[in-house]
């Protein structure tokens, strides 16, 4: 069964780091271009960060860039995200996703993926 489990959400304080991991099972990470994604309440999912198959490509949305890094390490068949200096904007449900042809251009947008994991929330509070 084909499966992605995103873990190392919780509560952290204004300023503060967390690091996200997004571990797949059932299939290898090597062919597949990664995705995260976060929804807060009432709001719309939204694209956070991509990296290509390869790891060779990175992108990241306006409102995290420069604070977010996204990494992979396709021996441990795992991608993360190491988020800094976070925000309360930044409180959400963060989902990974994978997809096998998906570009730099459109690596933003949550259509292009085929495989989804069941999110981690993370809450950036005082």
């Known amino acids: 069964q084909l499966q992605l489990v995103e873990s190392g959400g919780g509560l952290v304080q204004p300023g503060g780091s967390l690091r996200l991991s997004c571990a797949a099972s059932?299939?290898?990470?090597?062919?597949?271009?990664i995705g995260w994604f976060r929804q807060a309440p009432g709001k719309e999912r939204e694209g956070v960060s991509y990296i290509s198959s390869s790891g060779g490509s990175t992108k990241y949305a306006d409102s995290v860039k420069g604070r977010f890094t996204i990494s992979r390490d396709d021996a441990k068949n795992t991608v993360y995200l190491q988020m800094n200096s976070l925000r309360s904007e930044d409180t959400a449900v963060y989902y990974c996703a994978a997809g096998k042809y998906v570009t730099y251009d459109l690596g933003l947008r949550e259509i292009e993926y085929d495989y989804w994991g069941q999110g981690t929330q993370v809450t950036v509070s005082s």
């Open positions: 059932g299939f290898t990470l090597d062919y597949y271009a």
